[in-house]
Structures are given as C-alpha cells and as structure tokens.
C-alpha cells in the first residue's frame, strides 16, 4: 500500500504577511488544491493525509467537497517545524502502508510520472527523491559577500518533493533525529544522519515550489498548460 503525505501546515511568511500561499488561486484553484488533485489521480497512491494548522481544518473539508476524492484521505494537524509536521502525517497514514510520499503542498506541478518514479525507487532502494541537475554555475561564499569556492555543478542537484521512503525507513530516520533534538527542513537530510542511501530521482518536468510572489505566474502557466 501506498500513501502520501501532504505537508500543508505552513503559512509561507516569504510571501508576505497575512498571506497563506496555499489558498492562492493558481489557473482557477487554490495551490493546494491542485497538489491533492495531483496525487489523486495518481494511479500509485492508495491513500492521502494532509497535515494542516490548527484551525484550517474546515477549509480542507470544503476542499474536499470541491475535488470530492476517490481515495481514503484524512487530517493531521502540523507541529512546531515541518520534521514534527512530517512525524505527525507518518502517524495517520495506514498502518498496512508500505511506501509513504512526502510532498510540499506548494508543490503542485508535480506529474505522475515523477511521482511514479520515486515510488519505484523507494520501493528498490528504501529512500528516493526528486531532483533536478543544477544548471547555473554555483560558487560559495564564506564570508557572505565574496567568492571563496567554485563548485562543480556537474555533481549538483536541486532537491525537491516527492521524497519517497519505505515507511520503516523514514520513521527510523525522523526518529534518530527527535532523539538527538535536531532540526532538519528536509528529511532526505534525516536518511543521511542514519546512513540510509537516497536515490536521486531525475524530475524532468518543471516542478517549482511557490515561495514568493514571483513564482505565481510561473505556475500558473504551467498548470494551464499541462493539466487536462
């Protein structure tokens, strides 16, 4: 069995105060509407948790009255940061599931196929996610202002969602991590700390996160152009 988790609890404070980037209207829907639509039709998801703040738990249901769902799909509320937020979506997830996807709820241009591709890996490596090849020419900066290395972008990737794991493995992962109080904004960075290798998933499509205002249009066209 297959499940994903939606990470939706976050407010987005990089878009500006007052606004909650999940319910901006993207090609006729709110963002987050189109990120469950996504994996709603996805033929290798059994069922959905959407892990949502406190209090929007209304906003969801008439969400749900709008795409009305095929598959099995329930709420967990979101935590102090998104590691607790993930934690508590593995909670509510079936207790037959196997696989679990975690995906960014601003995420919504991901395809089917990227999402089929990271399960497959999961399913034969134990932990994958989506990436894409970095293609501008990186340098870092020690000192915030001047060059001090140049990276090789050749061995550079971009990582987003979905981050795919046998369940056994991510709950594993999250836990060594509560254990040893870290906090970590990704949990492909979670596999590391325990040593579990992650699959590199080449995400061939555009699959772009709304993070700042900027990025809205750029979706939007996106979502008008590949979405039936």
């Given at each position: 069995m297959n499940s994903v988790v939606i990470v939706a609890a976050g407010r987005g404070t990089?878009?500006?105060?007052?606004?909650?980037k999940l319910f901006l209207e993207a090609a006729g829907q709110p963002v987050i509407l189109h990120t469950w639509?996504?994996?709603e039709r996805s033929r290798d998801v059994d069922e959905i948790v959407l892990v949502v703040r406190d209090g929007m738990q209304e906003h969801f249901h008439e969400l749900a009255q709008r795409l009305k769902p095929t598959k099995p799909w329930r709420l967990a509320l979101g935590g102090k940061e998104r590691q607790d937020s993930v934690w508590n979506g593995l909670g509510a997830i079936a207790s037959g599931a196997d696989l679990v996807a975690i995906h960014d709820g601003a995420r919504p241009c991901v395809t089917a196929e990227l999402i089929a591709a990271t399960f497959a890996a999961a399913r034969a490596h134990g932990a994958a996610v989506a990436a894409q090849r970095v293609t501008d020419t990186i340098k870092e900066s020690k000192d915030g202002s001047t060059i001090a290395v140049h990276l090789d972008r050749s061995r550079l990737?971009?990582?987003q969602t979905p981050q795919t794991f046998q369940v056994a493995v991510i709950r594993r992962a999250l836990n060594a991590v509560r254990e040893r109080q870290l906090t970590m904004t990704d949990d492909t960075a979670?596999?590391?700390l325990v040593g579990?290798?992650?699959q590199l998933v080449e995400s061939r499509s555009p699959n772009p996160k709304v993070t700042v205002p900027s990025d809205l249009p750029w979706i939007e066209l996106l979502l008008k152009t590949s979405r039936p």
């Open positions: 990089r878009m500006g105060p007052d606004v909650d639509t996504a994996f990737w971009a990582v979670a596999c590391e579990q290798p992650v």
